[in-house]
């Protein structure tokens, strides 16, 4: 048990860590303070499952730095590969696209975004993970597990919460399809958002990813059965 608080609280803590990350970079970006991340709480679980697979996977490897460098970037890129097709296919939506990034794979990976995970796999077989471990080895073991329990039911309220308010995205389309048959992508799209705006944390999230592909991709797709549509009836009138 103790094992498993301890690979769970390092969970949190990279995920935190990596929610820090992600609203620098996207802040300096944009220009502007975006609160980056999927869920409600700071965190971005993706930056935690990748530390504790570099955890478990390359700490055996730590006396060659090349073969850390070598398998954190192949171990985060197929968890980052797979992390943008799963979403995808629960919500029906690219959260993240790389189509305009050289060497990239279906815009669900590039180079670019690789090499950093490679070094931050260095950062975290060398320097994070000993600071971490040695930190959390001070705590008595019942406190960490209470902890742990604390944060896991906080994180599972979290992600249901989360999920609940994107799972509305496909609903609002289709929704605002049948009121606006003949509104253009940028009108339905503007409506979906007004939805989104309305639902709990809707509005963060769309400030969270502007270039959520879902609404435009699927108003798209609206307009373009909308349209079809329309044109059956006209036919069938003649």
């Known amino acids: 048990m103790e094992n498993l608080s301890i690979y769970f609280l390092l969970f949190i803590i990279y995920s935190f860590l990596g929610w820090i990350m992600e609203i620098t970079v996207c802040s300096i970006e944009e220009k502007k303070l ?3 991340g999927f869920l409600i709480g700071p965190i971005c679980p993706i930056y935690g499952c990748g530390a504790v697979i570099i955890t478990l996977a390359l700490t055996s490897y730590k006396d060659n730095w090349i073969i850390v460098f070598c398998l954190a970037v192949i171990l985060c890129g197929i968890l980052e590969y ?17 189509s305009n990034y050289k060497f990239n794979i279906n815009g669900r990976i590039c180079l670019e975004t690789m090499i950093p995970f490679g070094l931050l796999g260095l950062a ?24 742990s329990i604390i944060l896991l039911v906080v994180l599972i309220v979290d992600i249901i919460l989360s999920f609940n308010v994107i799972s509305k995205v496909t609903k609002a389309v289709k929704n605002v399809s049948k009121e606006n048959r003949k509104d253009n992508t940028n009108e339905i799209t503007e409506k979906v958002k007004e939805i989104l705006r309305k639902t709990w944390r809707g509005n963060r999230l769309i400030e969270a990813f502007p270039k959520f592909s879902t ?3 699927t108003v798209e797709k609206v307009k373009k059965a909308a349209n079809d549509t329309a044109q059956k009836v006209i036919k069938n009138k003649k």
């Open 82 to 98: 797979f992390t943008s097709w799963v979403m995808e296919k629960l919500f029906h939506a690219r959260w993240w696209d790389y």
């Open 215 to 217: 609404i435009k991709e």
């Open 34 to 36: 975006v609160d980056r």
């Open 124 to 147: 975290i077989i060398y320097i994070l993970n000993p600071f971490f471990y040695n930190l959390l080895n001070k705590i008595p073991e019942n406190i960490v597990t209470i902890i």
